[in-house]
């Protein structure tokens, strides 16, 4: 029986068109409606023009509001899957939270463009008839929030824009992929691990993210120190390792009750408390910060944002990023 699938347009360049001065803009009418009929080959497909916003727009509330949406949907018309098209730079931002907010086992698939509507190759078209394959098909259930860009199919944990304009931007640089799109069908090579699931009322927590630089100052946390924020997620070093100039802000910060997470800036490995030196992940670990795994910065920020509405506790916040 042919598939129910709800497509939810929110916008960026997918639904935008380029002018003759090069400037790409958001259309009125929603461009991705044309690509409607190409996809009545792949299943039963209702279309609802959401929102119509630049990715950049894209705020965890509106993430939230997507998410109500889709379960007010799922649960009203029972639909097999379900595609978003959205921005590709918040895309991967938007695709990690509803991943760890919505609990149900349909697919729930992301996709964009890196082209907008009326350019020359533009890419729009054939990832929302990818994404929509994907959710039609029964094995992309319990796998969690997906993103398909380029007949590639990438768990959203682990997928990151990689690239400014290529077309095949998303990559998952830590695992790659865990399916791809054939001319015939969709295949899974891997399944990502449990999902977690964070049930959250609204994401208001305050939690900005900083990446660590060499000679930073640490008169640049005194805004921190002086706003009410609810925690910080701080990109380190390597391993996780920060200058030491910095430590004696961050102490207050943890004394105020704060939590910090540390990820790295790198793409690839996982922070640890190895160092054994003056700001050496060791001593960041002494000092009560919570080592945030493999994820990058801003899906850290997202994490500790739905983790705090459960729980302010350095420890417990650590046993949840330790998952
Ligand atoms: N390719 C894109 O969609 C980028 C655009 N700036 C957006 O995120 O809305």
């Given at each position: 029986m042919e598939k129910k699938i709800l497509v939810i347009n929110?916008?960026?360049?997918?639904?935008?068109?380029?002018?003759?001065?090069?400037?790409?803009?958001?259309?009125?009418?929603?461009?991705?409606e044309k690509i409607g009929p190409l996809l009545e080959r792949y299943a039963d497909v209702t279309m609802i023009n959401y929102i119509n916003l630049p990715s950049p727009h894209i705020t965890p509330e509106i993430m939230n509001q997507?998410?109500?949406?889709?379960?007010?949907?799922?649960?009203q018309h029972g639909y097999d899957g379900v595609v978003v098209t959205h921005g590709t730079d918040t895309l991967e931002e938007t695709a990690y939270f509803l991943d760890l907010t919505l609990p149900i086992t349909v697919p729930i698939v992301l996709t964009g463009a890196?082209?907008?509507?009326?350019?020359?190759?533009?890419?729009?078209?054939?990832?929302?008839?990818?994404?929509?394959?994907?959710?039609?098909?029964?094995?992309?259930?319990?796998?969690?929030?997906?993103?398909?860009?380029?007949?590639?199919?990438?768990?959203?944990?682990?997928?990151?824009?990689?690239?400014?304009?290529?077309?095949?931007?998303?990559?998952s640089p830590q695992y790659g992929p865990i399916g791809t799109i054939a001319k015939k069908h969709v295949s899974y090579h891997h399944a990502p691990l449990d999902r977690e699931y964070y049930p959250v009322a609204s994401p208001t927590a305050n939690v900005p993210l900083m990446k660590?630089?060499?000679?930073?100052?640490?008169?640049?946390?005194?805004?921190?120190?002086?706003?009410?924020?609810?925690?910080?997620?701080?990109?380190?070093?390597?391993?996780?390792?920060?200058?030491?100039?910095?430590?004696?802000?961050?102490?207050?910060l943890l004394d105020k009750g704060i939590p910090i997470v540390l990820v790295s800036r790198c793409y690839n490995g996982q922070v640890q408390d190895v160092y054994d030196y003056d700001g050496g992940g060791r001593q960041l670990?002494?000092?009560?910060?919570?080592?945030?795994g493999g994820l990058n910065g801003q899906k850290a920020r997202l994490k500790l944002m739905v983790a705090l509405a459960q729980t302010k506790n350095f420890a417990e916040l650590q046993q949840l990023f330790d998952q």
């Amino acid at each position: 029986m042919e598939k129910k699938i709800l497509v939810i347009n929110t916008g960026g360049t997918i639904a935008m068109s380029i002018d003759e001065s090069e400037r790409v803009k958001p259309l009125e009418e929603h461009a991705v409606e044309k690509i409607g009929p190409l996809l009545e080959r792949y299943a039963d497909v209702t279309m609802i023009n959401y929102i119509n916003l630049p990715s950049p727009h894209i705020t965890p509330e509106i993430m939230n509001q997507l998410r109500l949406f889709i379960q007010q949907e799922l649960s009203q018309h029972g639909y097999d899957g379900v595609v978003v098209t959205h921005g590709t730079d918040t895309l991967e931002e938007t695709a990690y939270f509803l991943d760890l907010t919505l609990p149900i086992t349909v697919p729930i698939v992301l996709t964009g463009a890196m082209r907008s509507s009326n350019e020359l190759g533009a890419d729009g078209p054939v990832n929302l008839i990818s994404a929509v394959r994907t959710a039609a098909d029964p094995q992309s259930r319990n796998k969690g929030v997906l993103v398909v860009f380029n007949d590639e199919i990438h768990a959203a944990r682990h997928v990151t824009k990689t690239h400014t304009s290529n077309v095949a931007t998303f990559q998952s640089p830590q695992y790659g992929p865990i399916g791809t799109i054939a001319k015939k069908h969709v295949s899974y090579h891997h399944a990502p691990l449990d999902r977690e699931y964070y049930p959250v009322a609204s994401p208001t927590a305050n939690v900005p993210l900083m990446k660590a630089v060499a000679g930073m100052d640490p008169n640049w946390f005194q805004y921190l120190i002086e706003q009410p924020v609810d925690g910080l997620v701080l990109e380190a070093f390597g391993l996780g390792n920060l200058p030491p100039t910095i430590l004696p802000a961050l102490q207050k910060l943890l004394d105020k009750g704060i939590p910090i997470v540390l990820v790295s800036r790198c793409y690839n490995g996982q922070v640890q408390d190895v160092y054994d030196y003056d700001g050496g992940g060791r001593q960041l670990k002494e000092m009560g910060m919570i080592f945030g795994g493999g994820l990058n910065g801003q899906k850290a920020r997202l994490k500790l944002m739905v983790a705090l509405a459960q729980t302010k506790n350095f420890a417990e916040l650590q046993q949840l990023f330790d998952q």
